[in-house]
C-alpha cells in the first residue's frame, strides 16, 4: 500500500492482524531472547517485518492459484476426475484413468523447471503483481507436471509446485516503471541489411530489459548494479555479510527467473544491468 | 488503568499474550538455581547478547573460553533441511522451536547471558551429529526442517540474519589473555619514538623505577593507570592493557564468565563507560590486586573480584 494512503485504520487493521497471528509466539520470544530495550526493538522490528512477507506472499499465492485454476479449466487438455471415482475433482491429463498422486514435489519441481522457454507476459501497468508465465507456458509447466506424476493432482498440490517453479511471482514487494516509454532503447545504424535484424533483436532485448527492470523494486534496481562485489551490497543494504549474499543470490536467481530463456538472454540481462545504473562489463 | 488511546482490540489481544510459565522467574530458578551457580553444560539453551544482537542457542559442548553451539529461533516460523523443529509442549517456550544444526559452530562465554531451556541428549547428540553432515533418528516431539528450495524462500532470509547475529556474537571483544610461552610487546616497543618517559611519570605519579617496569612489562596495570596511560598516548586502553601484559588464562576464563555478567553491566552504567571496558578495567584491578598479594598456586580470581568489588566500594577508584 503506497504510503500517502496509508490511514489510521489500515496501520490499526495491520497491527491487529500481526498481534492475533503473532501474539503468542512474540511474547515468547522476546522473553526469552531479549536482553533489553536496544535488542528487544530489534528482534520485534524483525518479526513484524518476517510476518508481513508472509502476508504479501499469501496474498499473491492466492492470485497464483487462481490463474493456474483458470487456465486449467479452460484448456482441453486437462480435466477433472469426475464423481464417484478416485481422485474426485483433481486436475489430470484429460482423458487418462489414472489414480490420485501421492508423495514428495522434487520430482515434479524438475519436471517443470525442464519446460523450455517460458515467457513471462508483458508487464500491466495497472496491475501491481507479476504474472506468473504466459499462458502456453502455464499449459507446457501443468502438462509435465501432471505426466511426471502420473496421477490426477489436487490445486493446492499442483500451486506448490508452481512456487517452486516460480518463486518470484510471491517475492514482495515489486514496483513499476511509471512510464516504459521514457526508457531509452540504443539506437542501431542501419546500414547493411544483417544490421535491421540485429536492431531488432536489440529493440525487443530493450523492450524486454526495461519490462523486467519494472518488476524490480526500487531498492532491487538499487541493488542491480552491485551485484557482483558482496561488499558494495553491504554498504548498499546496511547489513551483514550472510546477509548480503542471501539478497544477492535472491536478486540473481529472481532476475534469471524474470529474463527467462531464449537467445537474447545476455542481451536482455546486460541491458536490465544498464537500465539500473550500472556499467555491465563490470557484472 | 489502560491507556484510552489503545483500541479495546489490541487489549483484549495483549492480555492473551502472557509469559510462558516455563519462562517465569521462579521456573528459571527451579531449572538452573542462582545464575552465579550455574555451570555451563551441554544441553542448555542461553540468551546470549552483545549490544542489541541478541540470540538463543543450544550448548552441544563447552571449549575453554568458547562453547559450541547452534542457534535457535521460536520467531519468525522457519527452518531448513539441517534444523530440528521442537514441538512446542517440548520445550520451556510452549512454541515450536528451531534448532538450525547448521549453523553450529563456536560462541564466545563472554556473551552469554542467562539460560532459559533444557533440552534432552538426544536433540544434543541429533545436533552434534546434523552439524558434522550426519544424520540420526529425529527424537521424539520433534520433525526435520524443510528444504528451502529457493534463495527467494523468506526462511533463506531468517537463516542469513542468523550467521550475521553469530558473527557479530563472535566479535564481542574478549580479554587479552596470555598464551603459554607468549611475550607482550611491552609498552616501550607499542609506543616508539613517541616515548615520553618524564610525562608517563608525572601522569602516573610513579618515580622513574617504577614506570620502567610497567614499559617492560613487568607488572600489572591497575584501571586508573590503564586510562590514564590511553589519555596520555592515544592508544586505546584494550591495546595499552593487552601490551603491558596479558591476564592470566584462569582469571580471563572466571571474569568472562556470565555470574559476572550483571556486574560489569552495572558498572559500565555508573562508570558510563561500555560493558566490554568495564569488565577490562575491573579484571585488571583483580589482577593488581592479587599480584601484590602473597601466596602460590592459582589464586581463587572470584575472590580476588569480590575483594577488589569491595575496596573500590569503600575507597576511592572508579571502573
Known sequence: MPG????????????????????????????AQAGDGA??????????????????????????????????????????????????????????????????????????RAVPYVRIPQWSSTSRRPPVADRASIVAVAHAVLEAAAGSMETAQLVAVFLARFPAVVDPPVTLLQDHQNVAVRAAELTPEEQV?????????????????????????????????ISSVQEVLGCGRSQAYQHARRLKDKLAQLVGEGEDVRAVGLEVIRLCGGAPGTQ | MSDPRIPQRFLDLAEQARAPRGLSDQALRDRFGVLADVEIQAGQVWQARWEDVSVLVLIVAVEGRDVLAAPVTIDPPADDAHSLVLEGPSTAFGIDTTVWAGLTGTVPIRVLERPVDLCGDEVVQWTRSASEGRSGDVPAGARRGHVISSELDPAALVRAELADDLEALRQAPGLPAAAPGEQSRGLASLLGRELDLASLCSALHLAQPEVMKILRGKVPLTAGQIETIAQLTGLTAERVAASVRPLPLGLVVRMEHPRWRPTWQERARTYRVSEARARLAGSYGTYSLAARQTGGGEPDWDERLRQFLRDEDTGPGGA
Open chain 1, 4 to 31: 500517502d494512503r496509508w490511514q489510521q485504520a489500515d496501520l490499526e487493521d495491520l497491527l491487529g492482524g500481526f498481534l492475533a497471528d503473532r501474539v503468542r509466539a512474540v511474547t515468547a520470544m522476546l522473553v
Open chain 1, 39 to 112: 535488542s528487544m526493538g530489534k528482534l520485534l522490528r524483525r518479526s513484524i517485518r518476517h510476518w508481513l512477507i508472509d502476508q504479501a506472499r499469501k496474498t499473491s499465492e492466492g492470485a497464483l492459484r487462481r490463474t493456474v485454476e483458470k487456465v486449467l479449466a479452460t484448456t482441453d487438455a486437462f480435466d477433472q476426475v469426475p464423481s464417484g471415482e478416485a481422485g474426485e475433482g483433481r486436475w489430470r491429463l484429460a482423458g487418462t484413468p489414472v489414480p490420485p498422486w501421492a508423495g514428495g514435489t522434487e520430482d515434479l519441481v524438475e519436471a517443470a
Open chain 1, 197 to 229: 535484424i540485429a536492431a531488432d533483436d536489440e529493440l525487443a532485448a530493450g523492450v524486454r530489459a526495461a519490462e523486467v527492470t519494472g518488476m524490480l523494486s526500487p531498492a532491487e534496481r538499487r541493488l542491480v548494479p552491485h551485484l557482483a562485489d
